[in-house]
Each structure stands twice: as C-alpha cells, then as structure tokens.
C-alpha cells in the first residue's frame, strides 16, 4: 500500500513565483492528511487532483498566517462541493476561535460536520492503522511538529506452512492474514502458525517552524522521512536564531541524530533563488537529502521493503 507525499506549497512566509506557502499533503489509502494549509493550498490541490470530499484530516503546525492562511477558502469550498464527510482539523490552542470567527464573519455555512481538535504534546490521533503524535515547537508562537506513525502490519503469511496445516487456499487463508483463528478438520489454526513476526509500519515527521532542539531528534527516532524546515541556509544563522528559524545543518543533524531515512528541506526563505547551496550544507551532515519543488512527490517505501524511496514530478503522479 503506498504512501506518497505531495508538496504542494514549499515557501516561507512570502510566496515567490515557484513556492506557494506552506501545504503538504501525505495520501495514504483513500485518505488525505493535509499538513498545514497556506494560502493558495486549496489551488495546489486542485492542480495535483487531491480531491476535496475524500477522507481528510488537516494538521495545523501553528497558526502564522503562513500556515493557515488557506483555511478559510478550503473550507468553503469543500462546502460548495457537497462534501458531506466530516473534516478534522487539529492544531493549537487558538485553532477553534480562528476557524470559529472566519465562519461567523464570512457568514459560511458548512454542509459537513467539522471537527476541531486542540491538541497538546503526546497521542492526538488513533487510527485503526496509525497513530499521530505532537510535540511542541521551539517559535515565536505555540505550535507543534507532527509524526505520522504507521502501526505493525501482521506478518508475512506463510503460503507452504498452510498448505502443510491443511487450510485450503480463499477465505480462510484471509482470515488467518487478518489475525483470526480458522478451524480446518475440527482443528484449530492460530495466525501465530502461519505468520512471520510482525512488521513495521512507515513514519513521517513533520518539524513545523521551529528551533532545532536536541529532543526533537528522539521525538523523531527512526522515520523513514523527515519533512523539516530550513528557512535558512547555514550562512544566515544568526538570522536563524533571531526568527526562531532552523537553517540546513540544524535540520540535517536533528535528521542524522534521528536515523531518519531520507529529509526533506522545506519552508525556504524567499532571499534563496537556487536551493543548492542549502541541499549542499544539509548533505554534510546526512546523506539523503532533498529539497523538494513545489508538486514534486516522495513515495515512502516500507523499511522492510528492498525498494527505496521514489522521489517524481506531479505529472507522473497524475498518470499513476
Ligand atoms: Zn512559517
């Protein structure tokens, strides 16, 4: 089952002609999990054909206007699109009242029931198969980094094993895959019996604007990919620290220090015409580094796969 990332908006707080403001959307099964929601994110959906209507939850990283500025025509929209599903957003303290006061003023009914979530640090989504996680940011305003954890996927069913156990190929070779005990001649099969170890599922973090403090890299141990920001290139730190901002190398040594797989580098300053030189200083201190366009695409393999990560453009992603 893939898990593919669209960055749809990879700027900072000032848009430039080929970075929209911050959105990604992470499209898991038949669900959206829309990252931040800049201004403009509904457009970048649109173009990248996410759907509007589909299983969605939105994560808000914190409420700067270049986070959220895109809620309100979204949220419309998907309104005068007949969505009837439920949306949820999460975010902090402040989401509701925001959200809450652009409905009262732009006089906006929405045909669909909205759920809004103020999370705090620890488990703030439990999914049958993931579960996301918050921690708090180091910014100029509250605001949180997301992880996006898949849980065990049942183990490698064991095709001659079964055979030997007598269990006939169909449905009952399902219902052992789904962990359920079949009776086959009056005997019972375990799933235990005909199933390898349990294997791991795909983590996703997500930094939001922060400082790249020390315990953001346990808080990202192990991810497969790190989506992290880097406002600034290592030669403007001191701007870095004054803004509250992280720069290349922070990002990839909190991305080395948490074994992620693969980081990438987004939220850039508009001063920065050519990513380059900030991929550059990233690949110092990890070796897999990208800092993606707007509309490219990350597929995450899982960590047991001998695949690796796909890395492509929109229109690839629109053919597949
Ligand atoms: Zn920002």
């Known amino acids: 089952m893939s898990l593919k990332v669209v960055f749809l908006g990879t700027s900072s707080a000032i ?59 979204l949220l419309q929209t998907m309104s005068m699109l007949k969505r009837k599903r439920r949306l949820q957003v999460y975010g902090p303290k402040g989401i509701v009242g925001f959200i809450k006061s652009f409905l009262k003023y732009l006089k906006v009914e929405l045909g669909y029931e909205l759920e809004i979530n103020e999370v705090r640090e620890g488990l703030v989504v439990k999914e049958k198969e993931y579960e996301i996680y918050a921690k708090r940011t180091i910014h100029s305003m509250k605001g949180y980094s997301f992880l996006i954890k898949e849980l065990p996927r049942p183990g490698r069913f064991n095709v001659e094993r079964a055979k030997e156990l007598g269990v006939p190929k169909g449905p009952l070779w399902h219902m052992l ?41 346990s808080f990202f141990k192990n991810v497969d990919l790190l989506v992290f920001e880097s406002t600034y290139s290592e030669k403007d730190v001191e701007r870095a620290r004054e803004n509250m901002h992280s720069t290349s190398v922070d990002a990839a040594k909190i991305a080395s220090e ?4 693969m980081l990438a580098l987004v939220h850039l300053s508009a001063r920065y015409n050519d990513p380059t030189t900030i991929r550059l200083e990233a690949l110092k201190h990890h070796n897999n580094v990208i800092v993606p366009e707007d509309y490219d695409v990350i597929e995450v393999p899982y960590p047991d796969s001998n695949e690796g990560f796909r890395v492509y453009s929109l229109k690839e992603f629109l053919k597949a």
Do not use: W
């Not at 970075?19 to 173009?47: S, T, Y």
């Not at 019972?188 to 019996?193: G, I, K, L």
């Not at 948490?258 to 797989?261: E, H, I, R, T, W």
């Open 15 to 73: 848009p430039v002609s080929h970075r929209n403001f911050p959105a990604i959307a992470v499209i898991r099964k038949d669900e959206v999990i829309l990252v931040d929601c800049g201004e403009g994110a509904q457009r970048q959906m649109a173009v990248a054909k996410i759907g509007f209507c589909r299983k969605m939850k939105i994560l808000i990283t914190h409420l700067h206007g270049d986070h959220v500025g895109g809620l309100p025509g």
């Open 258 to 261: 948490a074994n992620a797989k």
């Open 177 to 217: 895959q789904e962990g359920k005990k079949v009776i086959v001649n009056g005997k019972v099969v375990e799933p235990e019996m005909v199933l390898g170890p349990p294997r791991p599922g795909r983590m996703i973090g997500f930094s939001g604007d922060t400082v790249a403090y020390k315990s953001l890299s």
